[in-house]
């Protein structure tokens, strides 16, 4: 049997952070021990204030192939953007 | 640099004719900047190479902890030691961010540990050399650490995505290893004549194998030129060998300390120090496992790893059997 730790990868949320960012990844045998070593490796500078661990083989990520298909429609819809509208000056901040 | 002499696999530099239209398109986005991410088609060679040059500069960084974590319990004062501890813990954390890049190239964490115990995989000569002394803890921190940053910064910028996310990490963190370095051997420098003495002894010393870390001279440099159009490889070895002299030569000047090397000068029609260069004869004997320490280094690496083994076993085996429990109370 394979006996290397499985591999977590790890999310952090600064103090300031609206949200947590994957900042890296650690191998540790249970999701307990990943928290300890990820506070080790990627908090040792106040780096955060909270931190997510999820295995890594439990993520599915979108393939790089499909960048076409997948990003390419909203190139084309730059009405979704407010700065697409012009307000006159009179009305003021909208 | 932390990974020297990484040889490159495959044929070496191919012209444009002479690629697939894959391999031209890979070119084309390096060429461009954009990077390569873990899930994007690669040349295996690509591959090959980056595994043996981000596993040789991990390895690294963990045999690095080995000559400073030798005076941790010998540290002159409490803070000195303190600081040290945090230094050397960081380099743990380095070869683990490494470790990672080079584990999304499909390389497992065991393959690259083992590879390492076995002496199939490399780490920098700089850490076959002993630490004989306090001075040398600062020596290492200044040159050692200052000639790794010399490299690392570049590769900030290399093609590969989670290398240069690692690289961006570490760079952060070394500054302050050199600094803490610096701070720890001016102490000795403005000290007793006795502590400058040792400070000088261990600049004396650590001067060549830290020339040495940037790997052989450029016309021996024979896999350079296929990893610089991949961008794996920033700046030839030479370049970033002078950058290094023509930085530290005026912090040794501050401390009253004197390079090693009767033949350093300025030359002012370069803009740079003329310098001798190590004796390569030397630094291919260490490479080939003849160094002080060679034997010690992977002895201790060798030691950590099976007096751990019942460890890391017990642990996944609670692991598993705790997970069993949950599944079943479900």
Excluded at chain 1, 53 to 66: Q, R, Y
Excluded at chain 2, 62 to 76: D, K, S, Y
Excluded at chain 2, 136 to 141: E, L
Excluded at chain 2, 168 to 185: L, M, N, P, T, W
């Amino acid at each position: 049997m394979n006996n290397e730790w499985p591999l977590w990868e790890i999310f952090i949320r600064g103090q300031h952070g609206m949200s947590h960012r994957h900042v890296g990844s650690l191998h540790a045998p249970d999701a307990e021990m990943a928290i300890k070593n990820a506070r080790d490796v990627y908090t040792r500078r106040n780096e955060g204030v909270s931190i997510w661990v999820v295995e890594a083989n439990a993520i599915t990520a979108s393939s790089p192939s499909d960048k076409g298909p997948m990003y390419e429609p909203s190139e084309s819809k730059v009405y979704r953007h407010p700065t697409f509208f012009d307000i006159p000056d009179e009305v003021g901040a909208m | 640099m932390y990974a020297q002499m990484v040889k490159t696999a495959g044929t070496g530099l191919k012209s444009r004719e002479e690629m697939t239209e894959q391999e031209r398109n890979f070119q084309d986005k390096i060429d461009a900047d954009i990077k390569i991410e873990p899930k994007d088609w690669m040349p295996d060679d690509y591959r090959k190479t980056l595994i043996r040059q981000i596993g040789q500069h991990a390895h690294s960084e963990i045999v690095g902890q080995l000559p400073e974590g030798n005076w941790i319990t010998r540290a002159p004062t409490l803070e000195r030691k303190a600081i040290l501890l945090a230094k050397v813990q960081d380099e743990a954390g380095h070869g683990l961010y490494l470790y990672c890049a080079a584990e999304t190239l499909g390389v497992s964490r065991d393959e690259l540990t083992q590879m390492l115990l076995d002496g199939r995989m490399k780490y920098s000569s700089i850490f076959n050399y002993p630490t004989l002394n306090w001075a040398d803890i600062g020596a290492v921190g200044w040159l050692v650490d200052g000639a790794a940053i010399m490299n690392q910064v570049p590769l900030q910028r290399t093609s590969y995505g989670p290398y240069a996310r690692a690289m961006v990490r570490i760079c952060k963190e070394e500054s302050f290893h050199q600094r803490q370095g610096y701070d720890a051997i001016r102490k000795m420098a403005e000290g007793t004549p006795e502590q400058k003495r040792m400070a000088q002894d261990a600049l004396n010393r650590f001067w060549f194998p830290s020339l040495m870390m940037f790997g052989p001279s450029d016309k021996d440099s024979v896999h350079s030129a296929q990893s610089m159009a991949w961008k794996i490889k920033i700046n030839t070895n030479d370049e970033l060998r002078q950058k290094f002299v023509d930085q530290t030569v005026p912090q040794a000047e501050y401390l009253g300390l004197t390079i090693p090397d009767p033949d350093l000068k300025w030359n002012e029609d370069r803009g740079h120090y003329d310098f001798s260069e190590p004796d390569w004869s030397e630094f291919f004997d260490v490479i080939k496992g003849n160094g002080p320490c060679n034997v010690d280094r992977l002895a201790a690496r060798n030691k950590a790893w099976d007096d751990g083994q019942w460890v890391r076993d017990g642990l996944l085996a609670h692991a598993r059997k705790k997970r069993a429990r949950d599944l079943a109370a479900e």
